[in-house]
């Protein structure tokens, strides 16, 4: 199976009526799963199931001889996955993985990797991925940390009115005590909300730090009996923080963070 980068030309065509093509592969699902006659995939083409055994693979056709990883081929992957994550156990395949026909979906995907497919899928029954984002207010998290630190507040009105040049030690380190401050702001708020979620929770995963309005970004995995407590957490830990900053549910989403690295079966 080939992975194809961004901007790159897929391969491993086939040429047919339509000109060159290859089944793009979106993800590993239990066999007997049924897709949505409505969904569609890149190029607007439709999906389709191909099983093996106790596993099958979502794929579609797409046109090869074009530059791969535009916007719309993105947001293609992300939709079908997503909404296959709506229904059933699901691994999502990273983006740009292409096989040559289906035929090759059986012999160089499915099959060499049949068992280990169905102990993730199995592991993954009856849970689901959701993400929470919290960001802050950082007007009002600034003016928290003003009102809490009279080095920083005298700083700040001390460097307001001056000339940059003037004044650009006072204003280096004031940039450094805000930062300081909010590190220890976020690891505070971040601990809370987190130890209100993760009791609802099978599994998490803290993912990298953003923005500066960045709080936590938190993959869950969630078990299906449990989705209504979760969910209430999260409006819980969205009360804790109004006025301050926000909180957003995301999910059901493909389980990205809860599935071995491709790197583990991709050739």
Known sequence: MTLTEPGATMDEPTTGPAGLTAQYVYAIVPAGTTVPDDLTGMDDGGVEVVAHDRIAAVIGKVVTDRPFGRREDLLAHSRVTDTLAQHCAVIPVRFGAVLADTGDVVAELLGPNSDFFASVLDELAGHRQFVVRARYDE???LAEIVKEHPEIATLRNDTRDQPVEESWNERIRLGELVARALEVKRDVDSGDLLDLLTPH??????????????LVDVAFLVADERLDEFEQAAEQAARNLAGRGRVRLVGPTAPYDFVPGDDTWAS
Do not use: L, M, S
């Open 139 to 141: 007007e009002a998290v």
């Open 201 to 214: 929770a099978e599994g998490w995963n803290i993912r990298a730090a953003g923005e500066v309005d960045h």
